[in-house]
């Protein structure tokens, strides 16, 4: 065993070596990992954002549904109400309408009939007049005695 | 190793040759020249490679294969030295990661069979150990500069004031200044031992498990020499013991490395 100018030889080439990887081989190397830790890290991080806003977005959803919902049901409702009260207004329209025309229906008889009470009290008079000529054989003055007749008439 | 020299050698020989190192002269002073050549190249082989790669690394999107393979060994470090220290660790796991790739990377040369690499390189030298972590050269060396890096970073951390505090009133605390005083040397020698047997523990056992690995597949080898039967049981045999060194050889950088980071983190701490 020869202990001297090799050990510091092989001492020499240790340092070399050590120099070259403390220098060259290992810092491209220690940043490489080192940016990949941070990009994981990074990356689960955003994951993790990601999964709160998606969670923060369906309770949004959620609120929006229900109170779409709630919102439909309303107008539902208020189109029922409105339907029957569009009904009912119409039907009592028809209703008046109807009885408008009843009315007027009613009316017009009952000109009719005063009208056909005048010229049948008319002709009743006239007849009458007739009767009382023939039967007084005589000729009754209508001019004198217009004012009787007229009298008659109004009695009839 | 060729066939017909093999041949003529006892098992002693054999064992011998193969843990001989092939010797080299540089300005006067013997070397190994086979551990510095196979460590220096298998390093420059595996951080030029990891170089190379970390050029291409992609800071965005998703990662090729071979960075993800390499990152999953940075992170492997990274994560150890995370558990036991807080603070900016860069330095720490660059220390700990070098340790641990060139010590797996001339750990497993032994995967190659004992022989392999002796018949390759026998044209050009008459002997070629091939597992420089066999040579305590290489393990002392390390583990004394891990301890060199230790104490400029307790220095670095606490001040030298401070380190010359730590070395010399710890771990025995003097109530008065004549306790004190009294304690200093036993406190100075205890921080010594500590001091040295770190880099000791950690080369030796290194040293130990692959020097004694390198032997058993030494001897399992010399079966071949024993006939037909002695070949296949030594097939058996050596198969075995590898894959048993698929558990020892990162194993053994692992702890290395562990050890390395574990130093290093206790120079931040103050007694």
């Known amino acids: 065993m020869n202990l001297g100018m090799t050990l510091l030889l092989q001492g020499i080439g240790f340092f070399i070596f050590l120099f070259v990887v403390y220098k060259f081989v290992l810092p491209p190397l220690a940043d490489a990992v080192d940016g990949r830790r941070r990009q994981i890290a990074d990356g689960l991080a955003e994951a993790e954002k990601g999964k709160a806003s998606l969670a923060t977005a369906q309770k949004e959803v959620d609120k929006i549904i229900a109170e779409a919902k709630a919102k439909a049901s309303e107008i539902v409702a208020l189109a029922e109400k409105q339907r029957t009260a569009t009904i009912d207004a119409s039907k009592s329209e028809a209703k008046a309408a109807g009885d408008r025309e009843k009315q007027m229906a009613a009316d017009e008889i009952a000109q009719l009939s005063v009208k056909a009470k005048a010229e049948l009290r008319d002709r009743v008079a006239d007849l009458a007049v007739a009767g009382a000529e023939r039967i007084l054989k005589r000729e009754i003055n209508p001019q004198v005695h217009s004012d009787l007749l007229g009298q008659l008439k109004a009695e009839l | ?271």
């Open chain 2, 1 to 271: 190793m060729s066939e017909d020299s093999s041949a003529a050698q006892s098992p002693t020989e054999y064992i011998q040759h193969h843990l001989t190192n092939l010797h080299g002269m540089i300005g006067g002073n013997e070397i190994n020249v086979d551990t510095v050549v196979t460590g220096w190249l298998l390093g420059a082989l595996v951080f030029g490679g990891l170089w190379i790669l970390s050029r291409g690394v992609k800071t965005e999107g998703v990662p090729g294969k071979a960075q993800a393979f390499f990152e999953l060994l940075y992170e492997f470090v990274d994560a150890q030295v995370k558990d036991m220290f807080t603070g900016n660790r860069r330095w720490i796991v660059a220390v700990s990661f070098t340790v641990f790739v060139w010590i797996l990377a001339m750990n497993s040369v032994k995967f190659l069979p004992v022989d392999f690499v002796g018949v390759a390189t026998h044209s050009f030298a008459h002997a070629w150990k091939p597992v420089a972590t066999a040579d305590l050269n290489t393990t002392l060396a390390i583990s004394l500069s891990v301890i060199l890096l230790m104490i400029i970073e307790s220095i670095k951390v606490k001040g030298i004031g401070g380190y010359i505090h730590e070395l010399t009133m710890t771990p025995f605390h003097g109530g008065n200044l004549i306790a004190k005083i009294v304690l200093l040397p036993i406190n100075f020698l205890f921080q010594m031992i500590e001091l040295l047997s770190k880099p000791l523990s950690l080369a030796l056992r290194l040293f130990g498990n692959m020097y004694a690995g390198e032997v058993i597949f030494l001897l399992i080898s010399l079966l071949a020499g024993a006939g037909i039967f002695g070949v296949l049981s030594g097939a058996v045999l050596h198969a075995g013991w590898a894959v048993f060194h698929l558990l020892v050889v990162p194993l053994q950088a692992f702890i290395f490395m562990m050890l390395t980071a574990v130093y290093l983190a206790m120079a931040h701490e103050s007694h």
